[in-house]
């Protein structure tokens, strides 16, 4: 079993001492206020707090502390099980932390309601995986805020399992299987390997109880000799190493029992053929000592070429480096080989927490860290699939990698446009977004991206998104981010305002299709209660303006048209654009008209449909074309028209 922790000290009855541990962290972390530290565990002791939470508390804040987290994260590392049992409240916590302190404890409280998930809960089973992937977007969103929302919850999940094993089954079972789809893989993005292998060996433990005891005990069984061996080897190697003149801290390796049952499963081999069973780690100076000493092990052990992996020269995504080798010893053995610089190890073992230390004095994050981080948050924007394939999967080959004006490299999933790119650049960007500049030309705002191309977005002076991004059809946003963070400015709106838009857009669309704006026949097949919701909901965008018009063909047995008129500016090459228009949206033309207006600066264009068994195109298809010919700039208006009757002007 992995160990993310130092063990808690115990008295001879197997308590905790918390008095023990707070001289600890008084004596080796002078950064700490350890008094204060103290005062918060005699509250919670004169609170009569069960034990198990007293225990839980001083388990995350012990992880937090070896991470090198600050005094807020301690205290709420401490208090934190607690809070989530209701058993302390605001009040009880405000001595304890200030105002910053008080606000990560809040974005925590957030994180906890948004990924709440009871797989036993059939309203929550009805819903999808969309409600789910909500719940992962909140807890990376609160990620990027301030990452210590992130190790905090992995932690507070490590301590859980531990105290899990007096649960009923299915309870532990629940939490297994949920820290292996979204924990686990979160502690590895963020490059937190004994997090990450803590979480999946305790899952492991209670998903496959069996099959962890049978290994465990296949590890255990002959663990006097391995250790003996592995120390020889370490004695070996360190001594081979320092006749080659290279500097270099030689240990054994943890082993990791999910990892081992992994491969023995995957490759169908027994435990003597996975390598890493027994393991040595070589720590030296820099990169060209890493190779060197690679150099000696090869020559003093039999490598295996197929085991042999890279990853200085070709690093994880998380930024994980170091050399892995496999060997046959000296008496047969076969074992693993890692070699890193310290610093390469230091990355492995703390991760993002290598950036962020209470020993930093203003606790900042390098900035390509944080762009990094950023990236996370789309791991979801690709669609489809519950959200353990979204975290777990490699979506390489679908995403583009764009850059800022000042060089930051972005990625985004394949089909991105400019307004995804603001919105992953900064909210109040995205809402302000006018304008983009691909590569210094000016560009359409929906207009797909390009890997290798740099973005600069044109801003207005209000921060106020527009509706037209929503609907689908018009290709302005891809990625869930930016449509989330776009219907959340709508839905702040006040519920007037926001029915006052609904109901413009609806005139909007009945303006085109050339129909009455009342809404009576309606609602009988949209749904909704009132027309006033279904107002809302068009502003907002939960229903979007071809399902309007869906809505329409559906109440309306009559033909509404079979024209389009199109009332333009007079410029060279607008008919030709008009017909592609056409063309995209798969309207078939039966004929086609054009007469010059007003001293021949404006035309109109009448276009006859192609009627199939007395019937045009779809009104949503329609819809979309004129839509898409009004954003035209030379064009003052389009709407269909029936030829027969002659239509309404306007």
């Not at 063309?583 to 007469?595: C, G, K, Y």
Request: aromatic share 6%; with cysteine; glycine share 8%.
């Amino acid at each position: 079993m992995v160990r993310v922790r130092e063990a808690l000290p115990r008295d001879a009855e197997g308590s905790v001492e918390e008095d023990v541990w707070l001289a600890s962290v008084a004596l080796e972390h002078e950064e700490l206020d350890a008094e204060l530290l103290g005062r918060v565990l005699a509250h919670m002791r004169e609170r009569n707090l069960p034990v198990p939470l007293r225990e839980a508390g001083l388990d995350i804040a012990q992880m937090l502390l070896e991470l090198q987290f600050d005094q807020d994260a301690l205290v709420i590392g401490l208090v934190y099980r607690a809070w989530r049992s209701q058993a302390l409240t605001r009040e009880d916590l405000n001595p304890f932390l200030g105002a910053e302190g008080l606000q990560l404890l809040a974005a925590l409280d957030r994180v906890e309601q948004a990924h709440e998930l009871n797989r036993q809960n059939p309203p929550m089973l009805r819903s999808g995986h969309e409600e789910q992937i909500e719940n992962v977007r909140l807890l990376l969103e609160s990620l990027i805020d301030d990452v210590r929302v992130a190790l905090i919850k992995l932690c507070e999940r490590v301590a859980v399992l531990r105290m899990a094993k007096d649960r009923e089954q299915a309870r532990r079972e629940e939490l297994a299987q949920e820290s292996l789809d979204l924990f686990a893989p979160l502690a590895g993005r963020l490059g937190l390997w004994r997090i990450k292998w803590a979480l999946e060996d305790l899952a492991f433990r209670y998903l496959e109880p069996a099959t962890y005891q049978q290994l465990a005990r296949a590890l255990d069984g002959k663990r006097e000799e391995r250790e003996r061996r592995v120390a020889e080897l370490v004695v070996d190697l360190r001594r081979m190493l320092e006749t080659a003149g290279i500097d270099a801290d030689v240990s054994g390796r943890a082993k990791h029992l999910y990892s081992i049952w992994r491969k023995m499963r995957a490759k169908g081999v027994e435990i003597d053929r996975i390598y890493d069973a027994r393991a040595l780690r070589v720590l030296v100076r820099d990169a060209d000592a890493c190779y060197r000493a690679l150099g000696v092990i090869h020559a003093a052990w039999q490598h295996l070429p197929d085991e042999f992996d890279d990853y200085i020269a070709n690093p994880k995504e998380n930024g994980y480096q170091s050399l892995h080798t496999a060997v046959i010893g000296p008496n047969g053995d076969t074992l693993e080989v890692q070699i890193r610089t310290h610093a390469m190890h230091e990355e492995a073992e703390f991760g993002v927490c290598a950036h962020w230390s209470y020993k930093e004095p203003q606790r900042r994050m390098a900035n390509d860290r944080v762009g990094w981080l950023r990236q996370i948050l789309e791991w979801h924007d690709d669609g489809g699939g519950p959200y353990a394939t979204l975290l777990q999967g490699n979506f390489h080959d679908q995403r583009i990698y764009v850059s800022t004006p000042e060089g930051h490299v972005l990625d985004l999933p394949r089909g991105a446009t400019a307004v995804d790119f603001a919105y992953r650049v900064h909210t109040q960007i995205g809402h302000s977004a006018r304008g983009a500049l691909v590569d210094g030309r000016p560009t359409r705002l929906s207009t797909p991206l390009q890997t290798g191309q740099r973005v600069a977005i044109s801003t207005g002076s209000e921060q106020r998104p527009l509706r037209v991004w929503l609907d689908e059809h018009h290709g302005f946003v891809v990625t869930t981010r930016a449509r989330s963070k776009i219907q959340g400015w709508f839905r702040r709106l006040p519920p007037g305002e926001l029915e006052l838009l609904g109901r413009r857009l609806w005139h909007g669309i009945c303006r085109r299709l050339n129909c009455d704006p009342r809404v009576t026949d309606l609602m009988a097949s949209s749904g909704f209660v009132s027309d006033s919701e279904l107002f809302r909901a068009l502003g907002c965008g939960d229903c979007s303006t071809l399902e309007m018009a869906a809505l329409l063909q559906d109440a309306r047995e009559d033909a509404l048209g079979d024209a389009i008129v199109v009332r333009a500016r007079n410029v060279t090459g607008l008919l030709a654009r008009l017909a592609n228009l056409f063309s995209d949206q798969q309207v078939e033309l039966a004929s086609t008209r054009a007469e010059l207006m007003g001293e021949h600066e404006n035309v109109e264009f009448e276009f006859g449909l192609q009627t199939t068994n007395g019937s045009t195109a779809p009104l949503a298809t329609i819809l979309a074309l004129l839509e898409r010919i009004e954003r035209l700039r030379a064009v003052l208006s389009a709407r269909l028209q029936c030829t027969q009757t002659g239509g309404s002007e306007g």
